[in-house]
């Protein structure tokens, strides 16, 4: 699919042709759709030809966000900000989905996707597509970025030979204070085997012979993580002036190797598979069993090499030998590898080359103090009635943090019940969880073991709650965990009354700051049952619970969606007013999407606010005419599930943690709520209607797998979504009353 520029309205019904002009922020020529297949006369709604490649719409994703960084209306180091953020993504594409494609291939798996390709088909798509991007991810380092940053920021990026005498002085003075003695190289020989190459860990390929010999000899030189990438180049009259680690090291490496001759020094970097076999129903322990699938993660097979492209042959020879891979699983890099760490660059306190600072706003019921101390806990404000949070805008610390902090500590509550996917380190979270405990409360956590990549810190926490008490569930065999809520039992009056967030975000401090999630505070007494129930069903074995309010997944969340999709067919045949609207990060269960196709075919208009990839191919004709489809890449990223139905004029709004995706909907605990207060209701609709006005942030998906970027028409304002909501968090602070 590509990325280009467009114009603001959506695309057209009919299949457009593919066009040739060379866009300004991303070349076409560069990014290149692989087009779907045509779709033949009625063909049945599981044909192969009405979905797009669930692995191509990864990288899909990537390109939008590379968008960003070649965009020269964004502030200069959120561009750079942007390119290390592609490139970590990238990261995880070759662990997650490359690795799980070499594994299924491996396996002799002969499965088609729902696009009607083999692993071993997808597996040759997603490798040419991820070179093609990977190359103008150097090329916008080498050629836009590096240049631009100097000239505009003040902020040089040098190669250790453009360094002056005295400059070279000064970094190779820091090379043998500081780094010299934790270098350890590896040499490769009959006494030597060839060294582990740990994940995504930046490494430099050493050749050198001996005075006496014609060998050429190899060694390896691993660059020390807990290093900075980039040094401070001193003396200097640019105040932001660094050189890479590796080229230092490269420059004085003869010290680590005296007596040989050294013939060549480039980098390289190893990617692993991180998608590994389990077998969760055989393990007597699923805390055990993870710890031993993080133990193999480290030496799980290598997917990907990249190396400095001007790496000698014999070097590059070698590598592939004893790293056992193909050619095509290397990707040659002209430049710096491992882009990621540009992070650091962006980090620069350099105001105007930035985002302007944005301090998230107190929802209004929560910063209005009662008129009496009683009206003054959260929990008496939360008995009023419902409130809405929504983050980055509004504060997680003035609203979740601090429902768990009162509760922590009120004398009144019993027992805490929470759901931790991921959370900070340092967790604040964790800390009010272990306090609770402290002071004698009920705190029962379920610690989902499973989250990928988070699987260390998850079982770390979850021991440390353990050992202060808490009663945890380390996950349930067979699914994940993913549902974001937490239950406070508080007695009242003589019996307890249920506290309850229901969210679509995790509860980390950190991430509350850039992600776009929505939680909803509530006091009702239903909901709060059927809470209780889910955490019964969680902690313990008591699958078989009812659910009248909540909508939980795997239990009666497939069901309930195709029975509102249904729904709104029913209305569109006798009204003519069917109506959806949803929000969600990706979009590619099956079932759902054929009943979106028979919705469409009715004449029901659905729009799809979808920011990763999507199966489903809108706007083709007798399919999805009336499907359109949207993705928002800003400033912040867009997180929340939100999901609108018409009902013919009694729209219901329902918020939570799961995407209409396989996984969630089959594979995972989630769980969605319905927003039943009129005033939160027609917020978060209206929220939906800022994020289909966008003009600026907004790319139109159409059938073609293109992705054009809406741009403002001539004389019509910009409409930002991030600006929009900003704007309104700052508007409702001084609303007394408002949700």
């Not at 055990?288 to 090499?305: C, F, G, H, K, T």
């Not at 709060?528 to 969680?538: M, P, V």
């Not at 729904?567 to 969600?584: C, D, L, S, T, W």
Request: hydrophobic residues 40%; negative net charge; aromatic residues 8%.
């Amino acid at each position: 699919m590509t990325v280009h520029e467009g114009p603001s309205e959506a695309p057209p019904a009919t299949t457009p042709k593919r066009s040739r002009k060379r866009s300004p922020i991303v070349p076409i020529d560069e990014a290149r759709a692989v087009a779907p297949r045509p779709v033949p006369k009625k063909a049945p709604l599981d044909h192969p030809a009405l979905y797009f490649n669930h692995e191509l719409g990864w990288l899909d994703f990537d390109w939008r966000v590379l968008h960003q960084a070649l965009d020269e209306r964004l502030p200069l180091l959120e561009r750079v900000r942007f390119l290390s953020i592609t490139y970590s993504n990238l990261d995880e594409f070759y662990q997650k989905r490359v690795g799980g494609l070499k594994r299924q291939q491996a396996a002799g798996v002969t499965r088609l996707s729902y696009d009607g390709r083999t692993p071993g088909e997808q597996l040759r798509l997603v490798t040419q597509a991820a070179l093609e991007i990977q190359a103008v991810m150097s090329r916008t380092w080498n050629e836009k970025l590096r240049p631009v940053l100097r000239k505009r920021a003040g902020i040089l990026i040098s190669d250790y030979g453009d360094l002056t005498a005295e400059q070279r002085e000064s970094v190779d003075r820091h090379f043998f204070d500081q780094i010299y003695p934790v270098l350890t190289p590896l040499a490769v020989d009959p006494g030597h085997p060839f060294p582990f190459i740990s994940n995504l860990s930046l490494s430099l390929a050493v050749g050198m012979r001996h005075p006496d010999r014609e060998a050429l000899y190899f060694a390896r030189l691993k660059v020390p993580p807990f290093q900075k990438r980039w040094l401070r180049v001193e003396p200097s009259e640019i105040e932001h002036h660094y050189v890479p680690i590796e080229q230092v090291i490269a420059r004085n490496i003869s010290g680590l190797f005296r007596g040989m001759e050294i013939v060549s020094v480039h980098p390289f970097r190893v990617t692993r598979n991180a998608d590994l076999d389990r077998f969760e129903e055989e393990a007597e322990d699923l805390v055990a069993m993870i710890s031993d699938e993080l133990r193999e993660r480290r030496s799980a097979p290598v997917v990907r090499l990249e190396i400095d492209q001007r790496t000698p042959k014999q070097i590059r020879q070698l590598l592939l030998r004893e790293l056992e891979l193909d050619p095509s699983d290397v990707v040659d890099v002209r430049g710096p590898l491992n882009l990621g760490d540009l992070a650091e660059i962006a980090e620069l306190n350099l105001p105007g080359f930035t985002y302007a600072p944005w301090t998230p706003t107190v929802p209004p019921r929560l910063a209005h103090e009662g008129e009496t101390e009683e009206d003054q806990d959260i929990f008496s404000i939360i008995r009023r009635g419902d409130i809405l949070v929504h983050h980055p805008y509004e504060s997680f610390n003035a609203s979740v943090q601090r429902l768990l902090d009162e509760a922590a500590d009120d004398p009144h509550v019993l027992a805490i019940k929470q759901t931790l996917y991921r959370t900070s380190p340092n967790s604040p979270i964790v800390r009010a969880l272990l306090r609770a405990a402290e002071k004698g409360k009920q705190v029962a956590v379920l610690v989902e073991v499973k989250a990928r990549f988070d699987e260390a810190s998850n079982i770390e926490w979850a021991q440390i709650l353990e050992n202060a008490g808490v009663h945890v569930t380390y996950g349930l065999v067979g699914l994940k965990t993913h549902a974001k809520v937490l239950l406070i039992i508080r007695q009242e009056g003589g019996s307890p009354q249920a506290y309850c967030h229901i969210g679509t975000g995790n509860y980390h401090a950190g991430t509350a700051q850039v992600y776009s999630d929505i939680g909803l505070l509530t006091a009702d007494s239903e909901i709060g049952r059927e809470a209780i129930q889910l955490f019964n069903s969680i902690t313990g074995h008591a699958p078989d619970q009812s659910y009248e309010r909540l909508i939980v997944a795997p239990r009666n969340m497939r069901r309930i969606y195709y029975e509102l999709i249904r729904r709104e067919i029913v209305h569109q045949e006798k009204n003519g007013n069917g109506r959806i609207v949803a929000k969600m990060n990706a979009l590619d269960d099956a079932g759902i999407i054929q009943e979106l196709y028979r919705a469409s075919q009715a004449g029901v208009r659905i729009d799809l606010i979808v920011r990763g990839h999507s199966r489903l191919r809108p706007g083709l004709p007798g399919y999805s005419d009336n499907i359109r489809i949207v993705s928002i890449i800003g400033r912040f990223l867009e997180h929340d599930r939100v999901y609108w139905f018409g009902n013919g004029g009694e729209s219901e709004v329902f918020v939570g943690s799961a995407d209409w995706r396989q996984r969630n909907l089959s594979e995972r605990v989630e769980v969605v709520v319905p927003v039943l207060d009129e005033i939160i209701r027609q917020r978060l609709i209206t929220f939906l209607e800022h994020a289909l006005a966008d003009n600026r942030l907004a790319f139109d998906l159409n059938s073609e797998g293109q992705y054009v970027q809406r741009r403002p028409a001539s004389g019509e304002p910009q409409r930002d979504f991030h600006e929009v909501l900003m704007t309104e968090a700052l508007e409702r602070r001084g609303s007394a009353g408002a949700t």
